[in-house]
């Protein structure tokens, strides 16, 4: 079994920063799982939004290109996402989500871990 959880998220004026982290633990876990992030706003699909895969090789929807930053730490386990220049349109539940399959992939589906959320708000 593997637990995901995520930190980090709340409240943010437009244009601040939030650092989101998310730490992988469980028996099943491996560090050669990809990682990835997503969002989901209200009324609006599950979307990722970057992924990196257990080599650091990265993925970033074109909404986030330069403002967005995922990295990862392998021997801790844990996924950061850097938040920066957030604007209102960034508002949205993050979850972190880890594949079993080494590479990256942007279906949701694709994925087979899930942590519960954790809520950014991003005011005008």
């Known amino acids: 079994q593997v637990q995901l959880v995520e930190s980090g998220g709340g409240l943010v004026q437009a244009g601040g920063s939030l650092r989101l982290s998310c730490v992988a633990s469980g028996r099943s876990f491996s560090s050669t799982y990809a990682m990835g992030w997503f969002r989901q706003a209200p009324g609006k699909e599950r979307e990722l939004v970057a992924a990196?895969?257990?080599?650091?090789?990265?993925y970033y929807a074109d909404s986030v290109k330069g403002r967005f930053t995922i990295s990862r730490d392998n021997a801790k386990n844990t996924v950061p996402l850097q938040l920066n220049s957030l604007a209102p349109e960034d508002t949205a539940v993050y979850f972190c989500?880890?594949?079993?399959?080494?590479?990256?992939?942007?279906?949701?589906?694709?994925?087979?871990?899930w942590g519960q959320g954790t809520q950014v708000t991003v005011s005008s």
């Open positions: 989500a880890a594949r079993r399959r080494s590479p990256w992939a942007v279906n949701r589906s694709e994925y087979d871990y």
């Open positions: 990196i895969t257990w080599t650091g090789g990265t």
